[in-house]
């Protein structure tokens, strides 16, 4: 399969590569959650390593071939600034990429999901003082739509339900 596609998608994750080379984690409304590699990206004049950060929204086009995929330009929507200032809100940020990147399957679409991500980022930003009632509100909804919860559950059973789904400790940088 050889093709492009251009995609809205929120930044997850960043692996370094060998070399000026990244891979990317996305989370996009058509694809789902799919890992892309930026060849060069890390080279001093590269235009997109600068839209590359976790957590940001961004307009990619990508390139396929053998069932790869290629980061081949990038635009930024939004770096949500608010955000970033605030460590608090930032850790809660954190802590839903953390949960979607172990938890989403790779290359299936879930709409559902990428419009609640959306909604509680826009909500986090628009926050003065983070509260842990949304996050806590995001995350029964995260595992709501997943299949791996029915109803609401306090903040400290939804971690260790979510450990136990990762078979991993939810990092402390995170919490």
């Avoid at 790779?106 to 996050?135: C, H, S, T, W």
Wanted: no cysteine; proline share 2%; aromatic share 10%.
């Amino acid at each position: 399969m050889i093709g492009r596609f251009k995609t809205e998608a929120f930044i997850v994750k960043k692996t370094n590569l060998l070399g000026k080379d990244l891979v990317i984690t996305l989370f996009s409304k058509d694809q789902g959650k799919i890992k892309i590699f930026a060849k060069g990206i890390k080279k001093i004049t590269s235009r997109r390593l600068s839209h590359i950060e976790t957590g940001n929204l961004i307009e990619a086009l990508i390139y396929v071939k053998n069932e790869r995929f290629y980061l081949q330009e990038s635009k930024l929507i939004s770096l949500f600034s608010q955000i970033k200032k605030n460590k608090d809100k930032l850790k809660q940020l954190y802590l839903i990429l953390f949960v979607l990147d172990r938890t989403l399957p790779e290359n299936q679409r879930e709409e559902g999901i990428y419009n609640e991500l959306l909604r509680f980022i826009v909500a986090l930003a628009k926050e003065k003082i983070p509260d842990e009632q949304l996050l806590l509100t995001y995350l029964n909804k995260f595992l709501k739509l997943l299949g791996y919860s029915k109803e609401a559950m306090s903040f400290a059973k939804a971690l260790v339900i979510i450990e136990e789904i990762i078979s991993e400790k939810v990092p402390e940088f995170v919490i």
